[in-house]
């Protein structure tokens, strides 16, 4: 259905940025709004078996999404978004931090910025995520992959990597 | 003490010495004259690099050589890897909202 949609994913561990694009078969204010209504993304942010549950959230500059990413056996990781700019249905930016079930955000975060455009019916998504510390990002895949233990591909490749080390 | 394979790329001179021994090994001293840091601070970098078991050490007569493990760096690739399947597994599950959402209008 959607594999002739571009996905490009890429690391510089040397800026410390994760750059993402992606297309979707969608018009581009149906995907700024999966992008930026809480009730949406929470409908697919977390990677399954995750859910993603979020507490608030503000759509505008200096407000705030309070979320959660649950595991499977219920864990809560709490997490802060703080919107620092937005140019609807074009670019939106964010501060994203961890933070504790009281709102307390554990820094260094990650800046993330968003950019939409659309062509013939396909919208294009760019994601460029700066992060703070590389250490940062492992924190993140743990959290994941702890979450994932239910679906074996994930928990394999974690095994074959861990067992070289 | 083990320490963590990110330690190691975490620190901009740390990746520079990576780079700079990733084509050749080089002794201490021929990595020290490439930076404008004190030889000791050069033999921490190489300390905690060789406790990563991203470098290897060799002895060659007098002096020792330092040379990268290549496929240590390979698991950062694997890793990283493990990010690009969250982002799939996300964007797949997007594909259908966004189809729910498109079923909707109409």
Same mark, same amino acid.
């Given at each position: 259905m959607t594999n002739d949609l571009l996905f490009d994913f890429t690391v510089d561990k040397a800026t410390k940025t994760v750059t993402i694009t992606r297309e979707f078969d969608a018009e581009l204010h149906l995907v700024w709004d999966a992008f930026t209504k809480a009730e949406l993304i929470d409908q697919w942010i977390? $990677?399954? $078996?995750m859910t993603s549950k979020t507490k608030y959230q503000d759509f505008k500059v200096g407000g705030k999404r309070f979320y959660a990413m649950v595991s499977p056996e219920g864990q809560e990781r709490w997490a802060i978004q703080e919107y620092t700019s937005i140019t609807p249905r074009t670019n939106f930016k964010m501060y994203n931090a961890f933070a504790d079930a009281a709102e307390n955000p554990e820094l260094p975060g990650s800046e993330w910025d968003h950019s939409f455009s659309e062509q013939n019916g396909t919208t294009k998504v760019n994601i460029v995520i700066y992060n703070e510390s590389l250490e940062r990002l492992e924190r993140i895949l743990d959290g994941f992959t702890q979450g994932m233990k239910m679906s074996l591909s994930n928990l394999e490749n974690l095994l074959a990597t861990l067992s070289q080390k | 003490m083990r320490r963590d394979i990110f330690q190691a790329i975490a620190d901009p001179t740390r990746r520079a010495i990576i780079i700079l021994i990733a084509s050749q090994a080089m002794t201490p001293n021929a990595i020290a004259d490439?930076?404008?840091?004190t030889r000791q601070s050069v033999s921490k970098h190489l300390r905690i690099l060789t406790e990563c078991e991203l470098v290897k050490q060799e002895q060659q007569g007098r002096e020792i050589y330092y040379s990268l493990e290549i496929e240590k760096m390979k698991e950062i690739d694997k890793w990283l890897n493990q990010f690009r399947k969250i982002w799939e597994t996300r964007f797949n599950q997007l594909d259908k909202v966004l189809l729910t959402m498109k079923k909707q209008k109409k």
């Open positions: 977390a $990677p399954k $078996p | 490439n930076f404008h840091t």
